[in-house]
């Protein structure tokens, strides 16, 4: 079957650097997305990452390593502001469609 | 700003009614999606559509169905509603293609007493 693995929750300071990371099992797998939910918002797309490598936008940067079957999400110079979940989604083949598997989601907090 | 619009944030229902969720996107989107999102189990996919009248189920249709009539608006109905449907229920779309993200509407919270 299909699956993905996150850590339920990560604790870090303000100006600090932290790493979610997500493993997945997936057959067909096409790439891997991160998405932040503020607590009452709507998810709202960070990334996607297809080949090997780390793809950088602003203070948040995306890595994945194919082979591995792992990708992470680094969020840099760490603001109150990206207190949030943080979604891992894969997309793979399924026959004729393709899918979408979600994690269950990293619970960010920034402390002062 | 392009947005992904329900038609409401907060709903209220008695169980045994039919219950219509609406969903506007105003980016000519191809792909249009229902997610429903519950504490602990994440995001589930009850159904999408790649196209104007064209539907296919997702990981938990039961209970649901959809209509997709014009490629901006994506409806949910609840034919009878249970109180084991009370969630948060999330519309997306996408662009065709494999490295588009999705863009989520803001929620609709239903409760089903």
């Known amino acids: 079957g299909q699956s993905l693995e996150q850590p339920s929750e990560v604790t870090a300071v303000e100006g600090a650097i932290v790493q979610i990371n997500c493993t997945y099992q997936?057959?067909?797998?096409?790439?891997l997305s991160w998405y932040q939910q503020h607590d009452g918002g709507a998810p709202t797309f960070l990334s996607y990452n297809a080949l090997d490598g780390l793809e950088e936008t602003g203070r948040f940067s995306s890595f994945l390593s194919r082979s591995d079957s792992y990708g992470y999400l680094l969020l840099q110079e760490l603001q109150m502001k990206d207190s949030a979940s943080y979604f891992c989604?894969?997309?793979?083949?399924?026959?004729?469609?393709?899918?979408?598997?979600w994690g269950l989601g990293t619970s960010l907090a920034v402390n002062p | 700003d392009v947005k992904v619009t329900q038609s409401s944030r907060y709903l209220v229902k008695r169980t045994g009614e039919k219950v219509f969720l609406e969903c506007v996107q105003d980016m000519d989107h191809e792909n249009m999606f229902w997610y429903r999102q519950d504490p602990g189990l994440g995001l589930r996919l009850i159904y999408f559509?790649?196209?104007?009248?064209?539907?296919e189920k997702g990981d938990i249709p039961e209970g649901y169905s959809v209509s997709r009539e014009k490629k901006e608006r994506f409806s949910l109905i609840l034919e009878s509603a249970s109180t084991n449907q009370t969630s948060m229920y999330l519309c997306?779309?996408?662009?065709?293609?494999?490295?588009?993200?999705?863009?989520f509407g803001s929620g609709t919270r239903l409760t089903v007493v």
């Open positions: 997306a779309s996408s662009r065709q293609g494999m490295n588009y993200g999705y863009t």
């Open positions: 989604a894969v997309r793979y083949n399924a026959g004729n469609n393709r899918k979408l598997i």
């Open positions: 559509s790649y196209d104007v009248k064209m539907k």
């Open positions: 997936t057959s067909g797998f096409y790439g």
